[in-house]
């Protein structure tokens, strides 16, 4: 019996316990030069949050995690569930908590809601990680297609993609800001991933509008990064991201 307890006090600690920090593996400076292989996979992963997104080794697609699930949407559009010896060379995740939610009942498009995010929130000088749940009158995605060896550099692989409009359609938009601050460390502003809730739709968010949805916002304050013991980060020469070059990846502009 005591032994049972003991078990069980064990878990409610670890539980309390669980760390509350935007995790990030690796940087976006490294990928921009073409460091597409990483060492963590993806049930490292899991250790660090049950939220987020990134890519998978190669540039093989976009992952986006939802409630501890992992996918992978591959450059012809076709989502996959990801197993945990899968490998990452980059990757933003937490454990999702929510601080404030409020409901969206008007159109209005995914750029204009996150404005009103940064509006209402305590600064614009954290972290946040959010989640926009519901239907989507329309959403704009991309996949980047797997890279060979020799890696071109990001601005180049970015070219080689799959594009998907998807219309009415219900999903969740999810994934972080970072203030302009830290851009190169990560994507400055919003970057956002959408997996539809049938798990056959989805890619990385050029734009999208809003038809009804619920929106959960996590105000971060605590940042983990990690980067690859070994690999391709080790004999590269990386700079800092150039806004210009990550507008045209993140948006096409």
């Known amino acids: 019996m005591y032994y049972l307890l003991a078990i069980i006090i064990t878990a409610l600690l670890s539980s309390c316990a669980q760390p509350h920090a935007l995790y990030q593996y690796s940087s976006l400076n490294a990928l921009m030069e073409g460091v597409y292989d990483g060492q963590l996979t993806i049930g490292e992963l899991k250790r660090h949050g049950d939220t987020g997104l990134g890519t998978f080794n190669g540039l093989d697609g976009e992952m986006i995690m939802v409630n501890g699930g992992v996918y992978q949407i591959t450059g012809d559009g076709t989502v996959l569930a990801v ?10 995740v937490v454990f999702f908590r929510s601080a404030k939610t409020f409901n969206v009942e008007r159109e209005i498009s995914c750029e204009g809601l996150q404005r009103e995010i940064i509006q209402n929130a305590p600064s614009s000088n954290i972290f946040f990680a959010v989640k926009i749940e519901g239907i989507f009158k329309g959403v704009r995605a991309r ?45 400055g502003g919003f970057h956002v991933h959408f997996i539809s809730d049938d798990r056959k739709s989805g890619g990385h968010v050029m734009s999208c509008t809003v038809n009804r949805a619920t929106v959960n916002i996590d105000y971060l304050t605590d940042f983990s990064l990690e980067l690859p013991k070994s690999g391709g980060i080790y004999g590269k020469a990386i700079g800092t991201a150039q806004k210009q070059e990550v507008d045209t990846i993140e948006k096409g502009r």
Request: hydrophobic share 40%.
């Open 83 to 92: 197993d945990d010896n899968v490998e990452t060379p980059f990757a933003d």
């Open 143 to 187: 996949a980047v297609r797997a890279q060979h060896k020799p890696y071109p550099r990001l601005i180049d692989a970015a070219k080689d993609q799959g594009v998907f409009d998807f219309s009415d359609i219900r999903g969740v938009v999810s994934g972080f800001y970072f203030p302009e601050t830290f851009g190169g460390l990560s994507v």
